[in-house]
């Protein structure tokens, strides 16, 4: 029924304009549609819903993955230069440097929006 149709992520925020500096300035998505409730934001082939709800940020799992390939060092290093706090999850068991959790050739790196909801970004 749903197999061929396409499918978006949708995160709520309090702070349309925080999300805004955040989403397209910090992590540079462009968006399709900005108002003042909600962004539609670009995304590779799929879109970033965005909109103001009261119950925003309390969601404890993950919000968004972007699968970055071998670009994830860099990603992150950017980000960073930009002032992004990435979370450190020691109970994972994995290496964790500069951001970024591995093991083998896996990597991976947590981030929140201003909201609390938690991006995650990995190499596959």
């Not at 999300?19 to 549609?33: C, H, I, N, S």
């Not at 993950?62 to 979370?87: M, P, R, S, T």
């Amino acid at each position: 029924m749903l197999a061929d149709k396409d499918s978006s992520a949708i995160v709520a925020v309090r702070d349309i304009v925080a999300a805004r500096a955040f989403y397209v300035d910090t992590l540079g998505l462009e968006p399709d549609q900005d108002d003042e409730n909600m962004l539609v934001l670009k995304t590779g082939k799929t879109q970033l819903v965005v909109y103001v709800s009261d119950y925003a940020g309390t969601n404890k799992a993950n919000a968004v993955v972007w699968g970055v390939g071998e670009d994830i060092d860099a990603i992150v290093l950017a980000l960073l230069g930009k002032g992004v706090k990435f979370e450190h999850y020691p109970d994972m068991g994995l290496d964790y440097s500069g951001g970024i959790h591995s093991s083998g050739d896996f990597k991976a790196a947590w981030l929140k929006d201003p909201d609390g909801n938690i991006l995650h970004l990995n190499n596959m």
